[in-house]
Every structure is written in C-alpha cells, then in structure tokens.
C-alpha cells in the first residue's frame, strides 16, 4: 500500500517520535552500560592503586627488617662480641649501632653466647647471665650458617602492665675460636621486634581514601593487625565464630589469598550490603608469610559516578517526557538539550579533573612532607622554589626564611668541592643535563657539627625541558662516625696482634736461648769440676819444682807452666760462674754506684788507653733495685772491656742510666755502653752471648764473659740487647726491672 504524501506528512511526526523513543531508548541502555562499565574501570583502577599502596608499605616492613639484620649482622662481626661483657668498647660500638634502629619498633638487641646465656641486652629485658638456650628460637638458631638470618613466629608476651606481640630476627656469631682456619659457633645475636609497634609505624597511618585503611594477617589466616576490629586481632579465619561474621559475609576471598588463587585485588560484601575493595601483598618473611591488605568503601570510591548516573538518567527522562508532550518543538528542544549536555559533561569533567588534581596534589605534598629525605627544588637562576620540612629542619632555619633565597646564601662555609668539582659547577653541569649521586658529602656552618649527607642532584624536566634542579639527600653523619670508629678500633686492634706476636716470638727465642745456656751450664760444671782436682794437684807440683830448681832453663820453663796453669784456672773459674752464679749477696742496690766503681776499676786495667775518653751521664733519680753488686760490677766490667778491645786505636766511650720500661711494659732501669769502635758483624751479632764464642786473637778471650754476663742479667728477669754497625760501633743495653723495696 502506497502512502500519499499527506499521509506521509501525518505519519511524519509519529514516525519521527517513534525513531525518536527507539533512540533514547538505545540512548538509556548504552548510558546505562557506560556508567556501570566506567564505574568498574573507576573502581579497578583505585584498587591497582590500593595494591600500589599495599605493595609500598610491605616494602617498607620488609626493609626494615633487612636494615635490622644488617645492624646486627654487623654486630656480630664484632672481633670480641663473644666476650662483649667484658669489652666496653666492644658493648659501646653494639649501642652505637643498635641506636640507628627507630626505638618505637625495636624491643631489645641481645647477644647470646654459645650456651645460651644472655652476655648483653641493650634494654635490659632480659637479666645478664639468664639461660634462654631451652627456647625453641635459640636451638633453630644454632643451625644457622655463616651470615644467615632467621625470624621467628609471632611470640606473645605477657607482663603485668600489658600484653604485645613480637617476633625475633637473628644472626649467628662465627668466630675462630681454638683454629685461626674453622669458623665455630660461638652464639648469636637476636634483635627483638615489636609487631605493635611495625603496625603502628606502618599500618595505622595508612588511608585510603577518606574511609579505607589498611591491616594484616598471616600465613595461616590469623589476623595480626585491624585499626577498626581490634577485638578480632589474634583470631583465625579458618576457625571463625559468630562475632567474625559482623563485618564479613564470608572470608571466601581472604581464604583465596591465602591459598594462592585470588588475584592480587578484589571486593567482598559485608552483611549491610556495602561492597569494599581490598589489593594486597605478601612478605614471605620467616616461618609465615604476612599479607598486607588496603581496602575501602566500594561506595565512596564510586560516589561521583553515581551523582552523574542519577543526574543523567533524570535529563534523559526529562528529555523522553518532553519529547512526548511537546511533538512539534522536539528537534529544537533536542538540539538545545544535546547542547546543554554537552556543556554540561564538560563542566562537570573539568571539575572532577580539578578535585582529583587537588587530591593528588594534597596526596603528594603529604607524602613529601612527612618523608624524613631532605627535597629542594631550585630555579635555573639557583633559587629555592620548594623544600619539605626536613631539608629546613637540616638547613637550621623556618621555611619562610629559605623560599627565594639564593642557594649558596643559606650556607655560612663554603660549600667544598666533590671529587674535585667545584659544587656550583655540578649545578651548571645538571641543568645540561648530567645527574650526580654525591656521597659523604661534609657540611659545615649550619650547624654545631659538620653533617654528612648523601645527595641525588638531578634535572626537574617540565613539558621535556629543563626547568630547574631537584636535590635530595640523606643525613649519614652517623654512619660515618660509625664507620670511623670501626677503622681506629680495627687499627688498634690489629697494632695488639702484632706487638702480642712479636712478643710472643721474642719469649721463645729468649726460652730456646736459655735452654741452650742451661745445657752449656751443666756441661760447664762437670768439666770445671773434671779438671779443677787434678789441676790442683799440677800447680802443687810445679810450685814445688819451681823451689828446687837450680838451672834457669828449669826455671823459666815452670814459670811458663805456671803461668799457663793460672790462666787454665781462671777459665774453670769462669765456667763454675756460668754454671752457678752466685746470689746469697743479692740485695737493693743502686746501680749508679756499681756503674761507676767498675769504670774507676777499668782506668787502672791496662787497656784504658790514654787516646780513650768516658763520658757518664747518670740519671740521680734511677730507683734501686734487687742485684748481687760484685755480680753486676762483673757484668760492667766485661762490657766495658769488650769496648776497649773494640776501640784499639782509641776512641769515646758513652756510659748513659735512666728510668725506663721492660718488655712487660713494666718499670725499669736501663744502662747503655755505646763506644766508637769497630762493631761486629750482623751475623755474629746473635753469637756473642755463646759460651766460648769470641773474634779476638788466640790467647785474649775466653769467650765467657758476656756469656757469664748474659746469664747474670737474665737470672734478676733482665735483659741484654746490641745494636752495631760495623766501622762506627756498638751499643751494650742493659734493662732490670725495678723491685720494690718492702717496708
């Protein structure tokens, strides 16, 4: 049936109205299906925030507990933490380190020895000496190796005042304790960590949005931390009663998470019917993983949406009833509604990007804020534009006197070169471009210390150029006091061993040597007593034969004889000395005095030649001390006589006393020989205290006085020590400790 144009002018505005039903029909569904799928894009992409949020404060607590191991770690590489109750510069450096953990946090650091005992606390939870190696942490500790970690399960701690949750991070201690090559245990140091504490540090501060928070559970459901659900705390979703059912319908999703099978964000239902989104992460850290979890009203995150939903369903109504009622206006009413929608939209969009550029905003300058880096932001001309409180707090002074202020005006000293750069060229080299990473750095002036800081100075990129510079840093100055008093207490400690090894070589070589002179002792004494009897008996003889005879061949041969007798007879006496020095005349002396009656004695000897000069120079303050004198006079002779042999064609002898210091850094009196002569040989300076030992000519030594000498000085605890050079002389030191008179 064809349609005549009249009827087709009638049908027109029913047709039209028709098409114009079907399309806001489409229009509504559509509106309907954008909103709800922007409502859920809204909502997925506050959740991926929310995981961003959980994500940063799981890192945080884990860094922390990293940061703690390492403090102990550090601790336990100690040289002498095993025996850290005896050793204050030991305990003091462990303080030092264990003050760098925030005290909010940390309950105590203890140091347990190998057994189990408590050799330090630095809170003093637990007594010195206490006995915890019954405790399941200590036994699983002691399996630890070499620079491993272990933190324990959830400990409750019940006291009198209060009850509170913590957990035990600990280390073990390696030391080389019986072989320099094997490591052995020798105990462990725990740091001991409040979980109230972690979660009022890193949990409660927490929000999302104006309404979400965060809180935690464990590994196997049971919740350790809720800032709105404190009565839930401690209860375990697998074993949930009633009461668990107040603020959840179910624990479906919390149960997927703990299994493994959730994403890593999503939403429950609670039983008033308000949805909330929820993003969590996990810490794998110890017996059990933690699962930190961010949520919110699902309702406020979508608030907005649904304000612009209801609104838009109400023009598009007014619009349908409008079109219904009004047939003939409906293209120019459509018109001007579309118009004023669309102003609208744009309106309404300009304003929700202004409140979320606000929120953001106020979001960022929050976090900046309360960050405890130091962040300023300079102009190209080196002016201050921004700077949180903890760079004003570093620089001395309120924010309102730093903005606009010349950079190198808020520094009284000079800023120092880094490296050899001089700083205001690192800045000129930022704003073309170049990044610097400053560590160390030192600061003076803006404070009663210097500060060391480590800085990031980087370029602040607007719109891909350079419009400024961005620096942050970070206090260290502790750690660099730290790791100075690690070097001088590793220096000095290093400086013992040495002196304790070569004292140690010293003693041994003095044992080995006095081994050999007792040996020589006992065979002097049996060969001075072998010849001794009998040459008794040859003198007699010749003595008697020298009386009768009646030629002077006879004579002169029985002199010679005699005379050979005589000097057999002092070297048997010098070997009985060497043998068995007396002491029945030992008594306090004063060695001055001996000193100069051996030098009186050797101008008469008849090798104290004219071209030979003495100096003395004595201490008149040098203590007394316990000798035999006709021993020590016996000892000054010998050396006095070996310089004259030294010096044959004369020279000076120099004759010192004074007060000094044994090996055993004990006090004692010191007698130095120092002649002019012609020195001995290096390698028979280790020779010259062996019996028999000597380089004069046959005839003028016996090679026992300095060995009778040697013996002497080492029966009163002495010592004899040569220092010579050949050509130029040597020098004799004499060292006896001083024994104190007793009254």
């Given amino acids: 049936m064809k349609l005549t144009p009249l009827q087709k002018k009638h049908l027109a505005p029913y047709l039209f109205i028709f098409v114009l039903i079907f399309v806001l029909s489409i229009i509504i569904i559509l509106s309907q299906f954008f909103h709800q799928t922007l409502q859920d894009e809204m909502a997925d992409q506050f959740n991926r925030h929310q995981q961003l949020l959980a994500r940063e404060v799981a890192t945080n607590i884990e860094s922390f507990i990293d940061h703690v191991h390492k403090n102990i770690r550090v601790i336990s590489q100690l040289p002498e933490i095993n025996k850290i109750d005896q050793s204050p510069r030991c305990k003091v450096v462990a303080e030092a380190i264990t003050s760098e953990v925030q005290s909010e946090m940390l309950v105590t650091v203890q140091v347990l020895s190998a057994n189990g005992r408590v050799l330090y606390d630095s809170a003093h939870v637990k007594p010195m000496g206490a006995d915890l190696s019954h405790t399941e942490y200590f036994k699983n500790a002691r399996k630890l190796k070499q620079n491993e970690k272990m933190i324990t399960d959830i400990l409750e701690v019940h006291d009198p005042n209060h009850n509170s949750r913590e957990f035990i991070v600990a280390t073990p201690i390696y030391q080389n304790l019986r072989d320099p090559h094997v490591h052995e245990f020798a105990g462990i140091v725990q740091a001991v960590l409040s979980l109230d504490g972690i979660s009022q540090k890193y949990l409660s501060r927490i929000t999302s949005g104006t309404r979400g928070y965060a809180w935690m559970m464990d590994g196997s459901g049971t919740l350790l931390y809720h800032p709105t659900q404190e009565m839930m705390v401690g209860k375990n979703l697998y074993q949930a009663d009633n009461t668990c059912f107040e603020c959840h319908a179910s624990f479906d999703l919390e149960k997927k998470m703990l299994e493994g099978k959730a994403e890593t964000f999503g939403s429950y239902h609670a039983p008033g019917g308000e949805n909330k989104l929820l993003a969590f992460y996990r810490i794998h850290r110890g017996p059990k993983s933690w699962i930190i979890v961010v949520s919110a009203p699902y309702s406020e995150v979508i608030a907005l949406m649904q304000k612009s939903r209801q609104f838009y369903s109400l023009l598009i109504i007014s619009i349908f009833v409008t079109t219904i009622f009004v047939s003939l206006t ?283 000069d003495i100096d003395v120079q004595t201490d008149p303050d040098l203590p007394k001390t316990m000798v035999d004198e006709g021993q020590m006079n016996q000892v000054f002779v010998n050396i006095i006589l070996n310089a004259f042999d030294a010096m044959p064609d004369g020279g000076r002898l120099t004759v010192t006393t004074e007060q000094g210091k044994d090996d055993q850094d004990g006090d004692a009196v010191v007698i130095r020989f120092a002649d002019t002569g012609i020195g001995i040989a290096q390698e028979d300076i280790e020779k010259v205290f062996d019996p028999f030992f000597t380089t004069k000519e046959a005839g003028k030594g016996t090679g026992l006085g300095l060995a009778v000498s040697y013996n002497i000085v080492k029966s009163y605890q002495g010592d004899i020590r040569i220092k010579s050079e050949p050509g130029k002389g040597t020098t004799f030191t004499v060292t006896l400790p001083v024994v104190k008179e007793k009254h």
């Fill in 330 to 612: 409906a293209v120019v009413t459509y018109k001007k509604k579309i118009t004023a929608e669309e102003k609208t939209r744009h309106l309404e969009n300009q304003r929700r990007l202004e409140r979320e550029i606000e929120i953001a905003k106020n979001y960022l300058e929050n976090i900046v804020e309360n960050t405890e880096t130091n962040l300023m932001v300079l102009d190209k001309d080196y002016h201050v534009k921004t700077l949180n409180t903890a760079q004003a707090r570093t620089l001395g002074r309120p924010k309102s006197d730093i903005f606009e202020r010349p950079f190198f005006s808020l520094f009284p000293d000079n800023l120092e070169p880094y490296e050899g750069i001089p700083f205001e060229t690192i800045l000129n080299r930022t704003l073309n471009g170049s990044s610097f990473e400053i560590r160390n750095y030192r600061i003076t002036g803006i404070q009663s210390i210097p500060l060391y800081l480590d800085m990031f100075i980087s370029p602040l990129l607007l719109g891909g150029k350079i419009d400024g510079i961005l620096i942050t840093g970070t206090i260290v100055t502790r750690r660099v006091e730290l790791e100075e008093a690690l070097k001088q207490y590793t220096v000095e400690l290093e400086d013992k061993v040495d002196k304790g090894t070569a004292k140690a070589k010293k003693l041994e070589e003095q044992v080995l040597h006095s081994e050999k002179l007792a040996a020589l002792g006992r065979l002097a004494a049996g060969v001075a007593h072998e010849i001794g009897n009998p040459l008794t008996s040859i003198s007699t003889f010749a003595q008697l034969l020298r009386e009768m005879a009646t030629d002077e061949f006879s004579k002169s041969s029985l002199d010679v004889i005699n005379n050979h007798i005589q000097r057999i007879t002092d070297i048997v006496r010098q070997m009985s000395t060497f043998s068995r020095p007396d002491t029945t005349n030992v008594k306090y002396a004063q060695l001055n005095d001996i000193m100069r009656n051996a030098l009186d004695l050797m101008r008469f000897d008849k090798r104290m030649k004219d071209n030979i």
